[in-house]
């Protein structure tokens, strides 16, 4: 899933979903985001809140 808006939306999904986070619809952020689900790129960003079970800086990048 990739969520166009606040990272609060990954609250409602299931635990095993995997979560893209953009908090924004700009072209070159959805670019950035093909980037790292095809494989071109890491995934370098840190959650910058604190959402249920995953705490401020969580992040696979």
Known sequence: ???????YEAEALPAEMGYLALYASLPPMQA??????FGAHPASGR?????AGY???AGEG
């Open 55 to 57: 705490s401020v800086g």
């Open 47 to 51: 959650l910058p809140i604190p959402l």
């Open 32 to 37: 950035a985001a093909c980037g790292v689900i």
């Open 1 to 7: 899933m990739v969520g166009l808006g606040l990272p």
